[in-house]
């Protein structure tokens, strides 16, 4: 019998700029330590922002370099997100994943399955016949990976639109503040619509995989944004259970932090509410193996009160998840 430890965990905007408070070598201080307990074989992560290397030279994930060095995970195979214009890094909030086994096969998926939309804004100033086009602000990392017990592993590192609201033209005073709440509703009506396109791109490529592989092991893990009763998770699993019909049970995935007690459930806390946005998701094939889960929220700071101090935390405000599988010899 053989472990395998999957994780996500997003990092906050891990960067290395010297004008950053916290500096990232107090981060590492705190995000390393974790990283070390996760003792994670295929780790996904999100919020990883890339480094300049030089004027007109490709970005580099150097803040990542330092935080992984002297750990395990220095050593694992590599996929990283690229920006759908030009494939290389982007400044803020790549995917990565790190896996001790190896990667067999990896793509970045932005509108490869569904494409961009056209809206038509009601409350634009001024109106314009012209529609607006919503992109997904992130692609889905997906990477193929070779597990020792001679199966194979398809993992969907995920990081869905924040229900912040998407900017209408003419409805901005400043980056921070709305002209009209009716801009503003629109805009965050736009946010609901992204975060529902990225989850359903992403079913369509769990469902083509499933094709595929009817049997096949699935994980996707990452912030999705969303607690398991809301849209996007209910799309991501394949829930069906609408009182008018009900989707295949075979393909439905199973939300793992669902184990958790209720009282440990979460993995943000907001204006001292306690959410969980971050989730691992599984095919029935391997939830059905022995496993166990974990979210690592002891001490996480409040995201939306622990700024106003003046004293941002070190560490991020997002726990990061761990769930463990025992596999066949």
Same mark, same amino acid.
């Given at each position: ?6 994780? $996500?965990?997003n990092?906050?905007? &891990? ?12 981060r590492i ?5 974790? @990283? ?6 295929i ?5 990883v =922002? !890339? ?12 803040? @990542?370099?330092?935080?992984?060095a002297?750990t395990?995970?220095? +050593? ?5 997100s690229g920006? %759908?214009?030009?494939g ?5 909030? =790549? ?20 494409p /961009? ?5 009601q409350?634009?100033?001024? /109106?314009? !016949?012209e ?11 997906? %990477?193929?990976?070779? @597990?020792?017990?001679a ?28 002209? $009209? $709440?009716?801009?503003?509703?629109? +805009? ?23 094709? !595929? ?5 699935v994980?996707?893990?990452?912030d ?11 799309? &991501? ?18 939300a793992?932090d ?8 979460y $993995? ?11 989730h ?6 391997? %939830?059905?193996?022995p ?5 690592? =929220? ?8 622990d ?15 761990v769930a463990?599988?025992?596999? !066949?010899?």
């Open positions: 019998m053989s472990r395998l430890r999957i994780a $996500s965990f990092l906050e905007s &891990l960067d290395d700029r010297p004008d950053l408070v916290p500096r990232l070598e107090e201080a705190v995000l390393q330590p974790q @990283l070390r307990y996760l003792a994670a074989d780790l996904c992560l999100q919020e =922002n !890339a480094q300049p290397d030089g004027p007109h030279r490709p970005r580099r994930l150097t803040a @990542l370099e330092r935080l992984l002297g395990a995970y220095a +050593g694992y195979a590599r996929v990283v920006s %759908a214009d030009h290389g890094l982007v400044d803020h909030h =790549n995917l990565v994943l790190l896996s001790r086994f190896p990667i067999t096969a990896s793509r970045a998926v932005q509108h490869e399955l569904v /961009p939309l056209d809206y038509h804004a409350t634009a100033l001024p /109106p314009s !016949a529609p607006l086009v919503l992109r997904w602000d992130r692609p889905i990392l997906y %990477a193929a990976v070779e @597990l020792p017990s199966r194979r592993l398809h993992l969907l590192n995920l990081h869905l639109k924040a229900p912040l609201a998407v900017p209408i033209p003419g409805q901005k005073a400043s980056a921070a503040e709305w002209r $009209s $709440s009716r801009g503003w509703a629109e +805009g965050f009506f736009l946010a609901a619509m992204k975060r529902a396109g990225q989850a359903l791109e992403a079913r369509l490529l769990i469902e083509a995989l499933f094709d !595929a592989e009817p049997e096949a092991l994980a996707a893990a990452g999705l944004n969303s607690d398991h009763n809301e849209t996007p998770i209910r799309i &991501l699993v394949g829930d069906g259970t609408d009182p008018e019909s009900e989707a295949p049970a075979a393909r439905r995935l199973v793992l669902q184990c958790i007690p209720a009282e440990r459930r $993995s943000i806390l907001h204006s001292g509410r306690p959410a969980m946005l971050d691992i998701l599984v095919s029935p094939a391997l %939830a059905a193996l496993h166990r889960i974990e979210v690592l =929220n002891e001490g996480l700071h409040d995201e939306a009160l700024p106003a101090t003046g004293h941002p935390s070190a560490g991020s405000y997002h726990a990061p998840l463990e599988f025992t596999l !066949a010899g």
